[in-house]
């Protein structure tokens, strides 16, 4: 069903022509925050649907997550009528939103000046690889291809020794949150001018610029004042130190931290030459090396207390499996179980709070083509003028 009126984007209608996770992630928490979001499959459905366990065929772990609370509509977007369907989406809608490649989505004939001609007033958002302003804006990408082309393997090279992509998602994710701040805020400027407008979002662009926030550094001076790379999240040592039975991460960062660790602990290694963040900074490696000497000393919990009462930041080491029995997250209230047709699935909530228009888990993920029914006869048209697709 279409939002029950809760969240911030109650009211918004979103039509998702997203696939894999950059786009479907934007477009779930929109869906989280109140919006009806219609998400459009081709017969054969999402790929995501098939990359990961799940309850029922079609039905992934990962496709289950990012595509919460959806309406799937499953249409032939080269059939006349599936072409006509999704027009009468366009007029009705506030947000369209695809992954395909621009000449694909142009071929199918849903270019912005396709969809701004319906619709003039609709944000449309394009989730590309690459921007379409450089050369590389007609390759294919997927995450592991922009975590090398951003520079994440380099980093991680000097970091770990050997060249790897980082255990996440890392590209689509960044570049999902991006598409959803960037509609966002198309949205924003139609609510004050009435002006709708087209969105681009490159992954590589975003991650390009995420990358540099700290590794620009000396390199975006004139002339250069260093290198392209932040030094202590590349320095060897910077790894979470192993005590006496086990390991604990954390960082004794600033001035008033470093003085108190000191302090208490007094390690025969102290020097003026550390007192400093500068100083500290300038020898960053070393005093990771020196501070992971000291650590080995005393157990975990002993650490943990320490720190607690120094008030520096610290942590044991978790995983993601963890997280479903963190005793934060569950006091908090974070995870939501949903009923679904497959049984009940455990979500991770909405990491957000709102005084008065707060989001919430919006529902099970849908199987593939089941509110095409519902959807088209919202639009006044029958399944057979749409021909639809897949389940009902």
């Known amino acids: 069903m279409p939002s029950d009126g809760a969240g911030p984007l109650a009211g918004v209608r979103v039509v998702d022509l997203t696939a894999m996770v950059m786009g479907p992630y934007c477009t779930q928490i929109m869906a989280?925050?109140?919006?009806?979001?219609?998400?459009?499959?081709?017969?054969?459905?999402?790929?995501?649907?098939?990359?990961?366990?799940?309850?029922?065929?079609?039905?992934?772990?990962?496709?289950?997550?990012?595509?919460?609370?959806?309406?799937?509509?499953?249409?032939?977007?080269?059939?006349?009528?599936?072409?006509t369907a999704l027009r009468a989406l366009i007029e009705q809608a506030d947000v369209f939103i695809h992954s395909m490649r621009?000449?694909?989505?142009?071929?199918?004939?849903?270019?912005?000046?396709?969809?701004?001609?319906?619709?003039?007033?609709?944000?449309?958002?394009?989730?590309?690889?690459?921007?379409?302003?450089?050369?590389?804006?007609?390759?294919?990408?997927?995450?592991?291809?922009?975590?090398?082309?951003?520079?994440?393997?380099?980093?991680?090279?000097?970091?770990?020794?050997?060249?790897?992509y980082v255990g996440t998602i890392l590209a689509d994710k960044v570049a999902g949150l991006t598409a959803l701040y960037a509609t966002m805020m198309a949205l924003f400027h139609r609510e004050r001018s009435g002006e709708g407008q087209e969105v681009e979002i490159g992954m590589f662009e975003t991650m390009a610029a995420f990358m540099l926030v700290e590794h620009a550094n000396g390199a975006m001076f004139d002339p250069p004042l260093g290198p392209a790379v932040y030094p202590r999240t590349v320095a060897p040592n910077r790894r979470p130190y192993r005590t006496s039975d086990g390991y604990v991460s954390a960082l004794i960062y600033n001035d008033k931290h470093w003085a108190a660790f000191v302090n208490a602990v007094r390690p025969p290694w102290a020097s003026d030459v550390y007192a400093t963040l500068a100083g500290r900074a300038q020898r960053i490696d070393t005093v990771y090396a020196l501070v992971a000497e000291t650590i080995a000393q005393r157990t975990t919990a002993e650490w943990l207390e320490l720190f607690g009462e120094l008030e520096i930041p610290a942590s044991a080491l978790s995983s993601p499996a963890a997280l479903f029995d963190d005793s934060h997250l569950n006091a908090a209230g974070f995870f939501e179980t949903v009923a679904t047709p497959q049984g009940p699935v455990r979500f991770p909530g909405v990491p957000t709070w709102f005084s008065r228009t707060p989001g919430r888990v919006a529902g099970p993920a849908p199987a593939l083509g089941a509110h095409t029914e519902e959807v088209l006869e919202e639009l006044g048209l029958t399944s057979a003028e749409a021909e639809p697709a897949g389940p009902k």
Not at 33 to 41: H, L, N, Q, T
Not at 126 to 148: E, F, H, K, M, V
């Open 102 to 164: 621009s000449k694909a989505i142009a071929r199918l004939g849903f270019s912005y000046g396709d969809v701004a001609a319906i619709n003039p007033t609709i944000v449309y958002t394009n989730c590309y690889g690459y921007g379409r302003r450089g050369p590389n804006r007609d390759l294919p990408a997927y995450d592991d291809t922009i975590q090398a082309a951003c520079g994440l393997p380099f980093v991680q090279e000097q970091l770990t020794g050997e060249a790897n």
């Open 32 to 83: 989280d925050m109140g919006a009806d979001v219609i998400k459009i499959e081709p017969p054969r459905g999402d790929d995501t649907r098939y990359v990961s366990v799940g309850p029922a065929p079609g039905m992934s772990g990962v496709f289950v997550n990012v595509n919460r609370g959806k309406r799937a509509v499953s249409i032939d977007l080269r059939s006349a009528p599936g072409k």
